[in-house]
Nanobody, 128 residues
């Protein structure tokens, strides 16, 4: 059974940093495309960052470029999102997702609902 469990969310002041983690089990982690997504109240879920198997390719939404870094530790089956220079508008529930299909990752940052496996989310709240 595929499971993704996020952690690391919390409350932080604008300009601060957080590192989110997503630990996965139930499949061969290194074969999957992994992504971070977020959903703010009243808004649709949106893509934040994606990383390809092997970690050599990453892609970011414009809102995340220059501030967020996606990475992974295959030995620990864990995905990370380092978030720096946080802004009020980064406040959202953050989700990690996984999919083995390359075309899903190639669509990033749109069609987020095509991703196959999702975690339960971790809340990030940024105060201005």
């Amino acid at each position: 059974q595929v499971q993704l469990v996020e952690s690391g969310g919390g409350s932080v002041q604008a300009g601060g940093s957080l590192r989110l983690s997503c630990t996965v089990s139930g499949y061969t982690y290194s074969n999957y495309y992994m992504g971070w997504f977020r959903q703010a109240p009243g808004k649709e879920r949106e893509g934040v960052a994606v990383i390809y198997p092997g970690g050599g390719t990453t892609s970011y939404a414009d809102s995340a470029k220059g501030r967020f870094t996606i990475s992974q530790d295959n030995a620990k089956n864990t995905l990370y999102l380092q978030m720096n220079s946080l802004k009020f508008e980064d406040t959202a529930m953050y989700y990690c997702a996984a999919d083995s299909r390359s075309w899903v990752a190639h669509l990033f940052p749109v069609y987020v609902n095509y991703w196959n496996y999702w975690g339960q989310g971790t809340q990030v709240t940024v105060s201005s």
